[in-house]
């Protein structure tokens, strides 16, 4: 028999959660059934959506179940398979994250594209963070080469490659990072970049300065007085694609929404919350081939930071909040 371990939660936190909250545990895994197959996973990812999650609450995505394994982008091998077009050796990603083994029905596995970038790749750029950015700009918000576009946390796994896409149609780009290191990294793209660890009222008179023309397109991935502040400066009929609100995850209680909201109206804005799949389905193609070769040709520079081993991976989670990661998180396994 083959073991599998994974990690539970027991509860549903409030606010950020412990680190005990996570629990490592082990099981024997059954025999194969018709049409399923068993994966060795070598990487998983860890993302932000994550937290919601645990909130115990269904928003787009039903939450983790309490002391059943927890679920997550991971890419694997196939070590045994009893599905008609999936072969031992093959190399898949799925959603059986949070442990090392994960035993799923073929169908819910996807073959890795041929393009020739490394494995992890279809995690990040290639994988759900990549298809997110791409699907926001393009068709979420419409982007043409004539906008000016603010990306919020735009050094993370999902704005630094919005943010280099927009730069490489031509648009000017401002993206806002934590650290100066991020910033620097933005600025060494052709970003211009600014810190959203201030008031709003700092990161307005930033914003200003940097884009005195306004802002046509604001991809949202903080919320809080950084969503305050592109609000005020976006141009008349500006689109904004609401990918996430990192800054209230891990609230208790809610906190006040922007004080200028009436700009949504004033300025005709669009404004349209999205989720990846709804969006990419059926234009899955349109990505690997719009972006896969500026990937596997060195256009696009994506980052990762990597844990070692399956014990790491809720520390993997934690560093997402501490902002400490540089692209996208990943916990590489033996």
């Given at each position: ?23 490592l545990e082990t099981c024997e895994l059954p025999e ?303």
């Amino acid at each position: 028999m083959t073991q599998s371990r994974y990690f539970t939660i027991g509860e549903y936190p409030e606010g950020l959660p412990e680190r005990s909250l996570f629990q490592l545990e082990t099981c024997e895994l059954p025999e194969l059934e018709e049409g399923e197959v068993r994966i060795r996973n070598h990487w998983l990812s860890v993302d932000p959506y994550m937290r919601g999650r645990m909130s115990g609450v269904k928003t787009y995505v039903e939450p983790f179940e309490l002391n059943k394994p927890m679920e997550g982008g991971a890419l694997g091998e196939i070590i045994e398979s009893r599905h008609q077009q999936l072969k031992k050796g093959d190399r898949v990603v799925h959603m059986g994250g949070w442990r090392d083994v994960a035993q799923l029905d073929g169908d819910q596995v996807q073959p890795l594209p041929d393009i020739d970038v490394p494995p992890q790749a279809f995690l990040g750029v290639l994988g759900m963070p990549g298809m997110t950015a791409w699907s926001g700009l393009e068709l979420v918000a419409e982007l043409k080469s004539s906008d000016t576009v603010l990306i919020s946390a735009a050094s993370g796994a999902v704005g630094s490659l919005a943010a280099q896409l927009a730069h490489q149609k031509g648009c000017k780009v401002i993206g806002s990072a934590g650290s100066q290191e991020k910033r620097e990294w933005l600025e060494a793209h052709g970003i211009t970049a600014i810190d959203h660890h201030q008031s709003a009222d700092e990161i307005k008179k930033a914003l200003k300065k940097a884009a005195p023309q306004g802002v046509d397109v604001y991809y949202e991935n903080v919320g809080g007085p950084m969503l305050e502040a592109a609000l005020d400066v976006m141009n008349d009929f500006g689109r904004i694609a609401v990918c996430g609100m990192i800054s209230r995850y891990n609230e208790s209680t809610p906190s006040a929404g922007p004080a200028n909201i009436a700009a949504v109206l004033i300025k005709r804005l669009r404004m349209q919350g999205f989720i990846v799949h709804e969006w990419v389905q059926g234009h899955e193609q349109a990505f690997y081939e719009q972006v896969g070769p500026l990937v596997a040709n060195g256009s696009i520079e994506y980052r990762e930071t990597v844990e070692e081993g399956l014990e790491r991976t809720p520390d993997a989670f934690f560093a997402l909040f501490e902002g400490s990661n540089q692209g996208k998180m990943l916990v590489k396994l033996d």
